[in-house]
Nanobody
Framework: VQLQASGGGLVQAGGSLRLSCAAS????????VGWFRQTPGKDRDFVAA????????YSVDSMKGRFTISRDSARSTVYLQMNSLKPEDTAVYYC?????????????????WGRGTLVTVSS
């Protein structure tokens, strides 16, 4: 199982980025794929997730309206569109997947993790 996150970079406050998470190695038809983020010295926090089969999404309330998660089943890829970025969004963003159906935002529910991609938002 491999998850490859990409799309991070440096952006000014108010700008946008789209992160991609490409999945390979197994069928994800019953999984949930999510995004987490982490800053130095802090926990890895849940951002958003999407169920692979039904496309149901859920996210942190504070990010609704700015961050949108979506998936492209044909490409086995999940996206995180981030708009109106703020300096406090600066973090390493990780994508992760569960082994089965889940609507959890807990890090422990996600068994597969990709390497992170760094997002830096300058003020």
């Amino acid at each position: 199982v491999q998850l490859q996150a990409s799309g991070g970079g440096l952006v000014q406050a108010g700008g946008s980025l789209r992160l991609s998470c490409a999945a390979s190695g197994r069928a994800f038809s019953s999984s949930t794929v999510g995004w987490f983020r982490q800053t130095p010295g802090k926990d890895r926090d849940f951002v958003a997730a999407i169920t692979w089969s039904g496309g149901r999404t859920y996210s942190v309330d504070s990010m609704k309206g700015r961050f949108t998660i979506s998936r492209d089943s044909a490409r086995s890829t999940v996206y995180l569109q981030m708009n109106s970025l703020k300096p406090e969004d600066t973090a390493v963003y990780y994508c992760a997947a569960t082994t089965g159906p889940s609507h959890s935002s807990s890090r422990d529910a996600f068994a597969y993790w990709g390497r992170g991609t760094l997002v830096t938002v300058s003020s």
